[in-house]
């Protein structure tokens, strides 16, 4: 006599069911996922130098002379959205929500002294698109497995600098051309803002820890690059104070400044799977 199903169906694996994917070709589905964290952005020291020639003059006019500082640590959120192609290879988009950064460096002007204070504002986003592989990575206690990962991205970033400020409180010669005003107003140099958008390009390693079925815990470090930051080529403010302490104000085009933008980012998020979900 013949009972369902033949004795041969007994060879299937133990939680398989006719009819049903089997775990691994429904680990190898595209599935995608979100992903939401903090993350705390450390950029690199840097130099405010003169950029690009239009026809004006230059603010430093030598490779000697610049504005060396950096722009400040910053904690921002971390948002992407992506998909699992396979198991070990994956696909993310990702955005820098605007975050703004406050600069502070020194300027090295002939006879300004050693203190030259500058102080600047970066506004910034990012998007980026970023392939990520994850690496075989190891059993924990829980019996789940903690995968590292490495990863490269490329996108655009946008910028916005401004209230840029030089100031010279202690020139070489307290009674020369950069004296202090008559209520001991420091003489300073105000630069144009500056706006723009610009390739960016970035290099992730990390590691994925599994909190339960479709929740890892992601921690990693990121470098980015994001190219040359710019004042517009426009009018620079300088303000001095004569002998008799009439104030003078002179505007005087000068051509853009730049500065090499580099951060070093440590982030922590969580990744969602949405395969459930859909």
Same mark, same amino acid.
């Given at each position: 006599?013949?009972?369902g199903?033949p004795?041969a ?10 009819? +049903?994917?089997?775990?691994e %070709? ?6 995608p @996922? /979100? ?12 130099r405010f ?9 230059? +603010? ?28 070990? +290879?994956?696909?993310?988009? #990702?955005?820098?929500? $605007? ?9 090295? *002007? ?8 500058? #102080?600047?504002t970066?506004?910034?986003?990012? /998007?980026? +698109?970023?392939?990520? @592989?994850?690496? $075989? ?11 590292? *990962? ?11 600098? %401004?209230? *840029? ?8 010669d307290?009674?020369? *051309?950069?004296?202090?005003? $008559?209520?001991?107003e ?6 144009p ?16 820890? $599994? ?7 992601d921690?990693?470090?990121? @470098? ?24 003078? #104000? ?11 933008? &580099? ?14 979900? &859909?």
């Amino acid at each position: 006599m013949v009972h369902g199903q033949p004795a041969a169906a007994s060879d299937k694996p133990a939680g398989s069911a006719v009819g +049903l994917p089997s775990v691994e %070709s429904k680990a190898a589905r595209n599935v995608p @996922y /979100l992903s939401m964290g903090i993350a705390m952005v450390r950029p690199e020291g840097a130099r405010f130098v003169d950029g690009d020639d239009s026809g004006q003059a230059a +603010l430093y006019g030598s490779e000697n002379l610049f504005d060396a500082g950096a722009f400040d640590t910053r904690v921002q959120f971390h948002l992407a959205a992506g998909i699992r192609f396979r198991p070990g +290879l994956r696909m993310q988009l #990702e955005v820098g929500p $605007p975050r703004a950064f406050d600069w502070r460096g020194n300027t090295n *002007y002939r006879n300004g002294g050693k203190h030259q204070p500058s #102080e600047a504002t970066l506004d910034s986003w990012q /998007l980026v +698109l970023a392939g990520l @592989y994850d690496l $075989p990575g190891w059993t924990l206690n829980s019996g789940g497995t903690a995968r590292p *990962y490495l990863g490269a991205g490329a996108g655009v970033a946008g910028y916005r600098a %401004s209230s *840029y400020i030089q100031r010279f409180p202690d020139p070489d010669d307290p009674t020369g *051309y950069l004296r202090r005003g $008559p209520e001991d107003e420091i003489p300073f140099t105000a630069l144009p803002d500056g706006t723009g958008r610009i390739f960016t390009w970035t290099l992730t390693a990390g590691v994925a820890v $599994p909190v339960r079925e479709g929740v890892h815990l992601d921690l990693s470090y990121r @470098y980015t690059d994001m190219g040359k930051i710019e004042t517009d080529a426009a009018d620079v403010t300088i303000v001095r104070y004569r002998a008799d302490g009439i104030r003078r #104000e002179i505007r005087v085009p000068i051509n853009a400044t730049a500065v090499d933008h &580099r951060t070093h980012t440590l982030a922590m998020s969580l990744r969602f799977d949405l395969h459930g979900r &859909r």
